[in-house]
């Protein structure tokens, strides 16, 4: 918790891009384009059809050229092949259902309204996987074509965010809500090990916390559930190693279990009602991920 307080000073207030490998989107006026990492695609590094990962990137300026701001989209996980199948058919799986946005919030390029991160090099990191970006399975499913590489979309984009100057960042904040908040946590120390020694790093994680309890016929279904996820997609390995050494991988998909294990400090923001994951945690029929 001492990690989190320390993360409270920088928290209270909440381009077109043309570089060989990429296929860059175009938008409408106060879109932030799209970057199509399409050289990623030959390591393998792809969406769950097998589209290349996708990128917003607002370039920083002033003050704020070498400070950097990744945030992970969220939008649950997929526990079987039906259910990733399912997500191929639209941007949850595929980039090629994504459009052009607007930033806004913590990502939003206003200093009236986002003083401390406006003029950031700001970065959302499309969600295409279905495991909070862990997985990482060699073999693509035949009948399916289905891919289990969120892991190395991770790794991918954050190694061209490095190449773009990241390398060279002064202050990172690696955040993401939900099942992106969730993967804030488990990149959390391999983001703070990748940037400069000299740079403050931390972490946020917004509804990142999923409970770990009894659902309304007292099965364990969050449990069972990610454990499937972490069984199809190969997180084992690519869950924090400060966690999987003493817990088994499923239990350290839970970020209860992370997050005493962080060296790296993390701010958590959650709803003390959160309808979605009461649904999800208490009655699991009823919620559709």
């Known amino acids: 918790m001492a990690a989190a307080a320390a993360s409270g000073a920088w928290l209270t207030r909440a381009a077109t891009v043309l570089v060989l490998g990429f296929v860059v989107a175009s938008a409408k006026a106060g879109d932030v384009d799209m970057v199509f990492l399409e050289s990623a695609v030959s390591k393998e590094a792809v ?4 589209s290349p990962p996708v990128y ?3 370039p920083g300026s002033g003050a704020g050229a070498n400070n950097w701001l990744v945030h992970m989209e969220g939008g649950g996980w997929c526990s079987n092949a039906v259910e990733c199948s399912v997500r191929k058919g639209n941007f949850r ?3 090629k259902f994504m459009r052009p946005l607007s930033f806004s919030g913590i990502l939003g390029g206003s200093q009236k309204y986002n003083p401390d991160f406006y003029n950031w090099n700001r970065v959302k990191i499309r969600y295409c996987d279905g495991s909070s970006f862990t997985g990482d399975v060699e073999t693509v499913e035949t009948s399916t074509n289905l891919h289990y590489r969120g892991a190395r979309v991770w790794n ?4 061209d965010l490095l190449a773009r100057g990241m390398s060279k960042a002064q202050n990172a ?9 969730l993967a804030a946590i488990l990149h959390c120390d391999r983001f703070r090990d990748l940037l400069p020694a000299t740079a403050k790093v931390k972490c946020f994680s917004d509804a990142g916390y999923f409970v770990d309890g009894k659902d309304i016929t007292g099965n364990n279904f969050v449990r069972t559930f990610y454990k499937d996820v972490v069984n199809l997609h190969g997180s084992a390995k690519n869950l ?6 003493k817990l088994s991988p499923d239990m350290c998909f839970f970020p209860q279990n992370v997050v005493p294990t962080l060296r790296t400090p993390l701010f ?3 709803a003390a009602y959160d309808a979605w994951q009461v649904n999800f945690s208490a009655s699991p029929n009823i919620v559709k991920l």
Do not use: Q
Request: proline share 3%.
């Open 93 to 95: 799986g595929s980039s």
């Open 47 to 50: 969406c769950l059809d097998g």
């Open 240 to 245: 924090p190693a400060s966690c999987t050494s």
């Open 156 to 159: 991918a984009i954050i190694e």
């Open 56 to 58: 917003h990137f607002s």
């Open 173 to 181: 904040l690696l955040s993401g809500c939900s099942a992106g908040g």
């Open 268 to 270: 958590i923001l959650n």
